[in-house]
């Protein structure tokens, strides 16, 4: 568990996908199993990473890795790299993975227990901690801290806690209408401090 | 402030729907349509979506021991999907981009026609309405085709004081259908129609008679694409149509091979 700095994960690159994933990606929509033994190395830290961050809980984080990494294969030739970057895909995949896992276990799962999840600032100070690389890291945290308090806590609030738009407004009470604005106002700050060209 | 929580403003859904916090299903839903129509939105949350992933990619966690053996016996029971219809080429790109608006405009005239042609009881009237309802959609199935050729002919002879007509052909050899219409052709002789043939070495089949859309031009016509045909004509026949053509045709269009 934690940031490892031996691995091609940690690496200090500025763009959104480590070098060479694209290709690799492509080689797996073909059928090709070496380059999906590849893009598992890269892959499946950042993705057991995302889903783990998201549902918190490690036997169920496990087998929602495993589903996404074998969509990955499953669809790799559907991976489209003019629409955007091959780590983005499997993130975006990922994530919605983990968020339907949320949704689907919210049902059952008991209101008080949901809301002692709720507890402000803990997901931001938690992410801080792994992000991963140095520069790569510090540029991240820094484009955080940038935001405003309520731009950052409704984005990280979002993403990494799994929580839809209408409950992070009750969780920061604040209007649907403004915590709507702010995911879309901070992304995009963060978008312009980070750099994402596409 | 135009929109009040409860209305739906697209736009500001951007960064929710690129984080995935929009747990109404068919709030998302509309939201991915009018991205589907809205290319500057649609850009917008691709960028966004990038940013996220940043969020994304700035966890990682030690997976499990066994997580990638399980994963790589797996995959070998997983049959890929196959990748998403290949991209147009560019040349037709252009022309799906340029032909796109007829979508709507073409299916509300069509509608609106028959509508406008009915004078009927009002239960004739709504199965009139949801037959046109079928029909446009047909008609935009074949427009938006990934297949679509359209091929444009000018009339023989010019019509009367209102220059030469054109005849307009879109076929889809995956759909299975065409649609023709024309432009400019002038109302025809009282007590008259247009009728649309297909042709086909030997063989002439009626593909339907052309409304007139009140402006000198016919109302699209949806019709099958019938074995063998080759090309499509206009001709002039008495009110009613006929089984066979009964006079010269006004215009022929060249059906597209593939």
Redesign the interface.
């Known amino acids: ?4 700095d031996r ?1 091609p ?2 690496e200090d690159r500025p763009g ?1 996908s480590p070098p060479g994933l694209e290709e690799s990606l492509q080689a797996v ?1 073909k ?1 090709d ?1 070496g380059a ?2 590849r893009v ?1 190395e890269v892959l ?7 889903v ?2 998201v549902l918190r809980d ?1 036997a169920h984080s ?1 087998e929602v ?2 589903e996404v ?2 969509e990955v ?6 991976f ?1 790299p003019d ?3 091959a ?2 895909w499997v ?2 995949i ?3 993975r983990a ?1 339907d896992r949320v ?1 689907a276990a919210q049902a059952g799962t008991d209101r008080e227990e949901r809301a002692a999840r709720l507890e402000p600032h803990r997901f931001f100070d938690e ?1 801080s901690e ?3 690389g140095r520069l ?2 510090e540029r ?1 945290r820094r484009c955080l801290n940038n935001l405003t308090e309520l731009q950052r806590e ?3 609030f ?3 806690g799994g ?6 407004a009750e969780l920061v009470k604040a ?3 403004t ?10 700050r ?2 312009d401090c ?1 750099g ?3 | 402030m135009k ?1 009040r ?1 409860g209305g739906f403003d697209p ?6 729907y ?6 109404d299903e068919g709030e998302r839903r509309r939201f991915e349509r009018h991205l589907a129509g809205c290319a500057e939105c649609a850009q ?1 949350t ?19 021991p066994g ?2 053996e ?3 016996a ?2 070998e029971q ?7 219809v290949p991209p147009a080429p560019l040349a037709r790109r252009v022309w799906r981009v340029t032909w796109r608006p007829w979508l709507a405009a073409v299916s509300v005239t069509a509608a609106l026609a028959v509508v406008a042609g009915l004078g009927v009881t009002t239960v004739q009237a709504r199965q009139e309405l949801e037959q046109a309802r079928r029909v446009g959609q047909q008609i935009a199935a074949v427009l938006s085709a990934d297949d679509a050729r359209a091929v444009t002919a000018p009339a023989a002879v010019s019509s009367a004081g209102s220059g030469r007509g054109r005849g307009m052909l879109v076929l889809s050899r995956s759909q299975g259908a065409l649609v023709f219409w024309a432009a400019g052709l002038g109302d025809p002789p009282a007590g008259r129609v247009y009728q649309l043939w297909q042709l086909a070495p030997g063989r002439i089949t009626s593909a339907g008679l052309l409304a007139s859309s009140g402006s000198g031009g016919t109302v699209p016509v949806l019709s099958t694409i019938r074995a063998d045909a080759e090309q499509v004509g206009v001709t002039v026949e008495p009110a009613g149509g006929s089984r066979q053509p009964s006079s010269t045709p006004l215009l022929l269009v060249d059906m597209p091979v593939a």
């Open positions: 568990m934690g940031a490892r691995s994960v940690g959104g929509g059928g199993r999906f033994e598992y499946a830290p950042r993705v057991f990473g995302l783990l961050r490690r496990e890795a495993q990494l074998v294969w499953r669809s790799a030739a559907r489209e629409k955007g970057s780590l983005a993130l975006t990922a994530h919605r968020i949704r992410v792994l992000v991963v790569e890291g991240l409704s984005v990280t979002a993403y990494y929580y839809s738009y209408r409950e992070v209007p649907l209408g915590v709507k604005t702010r995911m879309r106002d901070g992304l995009i963060l978008r980070l994402v060209d596409r | 929109r929580e736009h500001t859904l951007a960064g929710a690129a984080l995935d916090a929009i747990d917008e691709a960028t966004l979506g990038e940013t996220v992933a940043r969020l994304g990619a700035a966890v990682v966690a030690e997976p499990p997580l990638r399980r994963v790589l797996e995959i997983v049959r890929q999907l196959p990748p998403t």
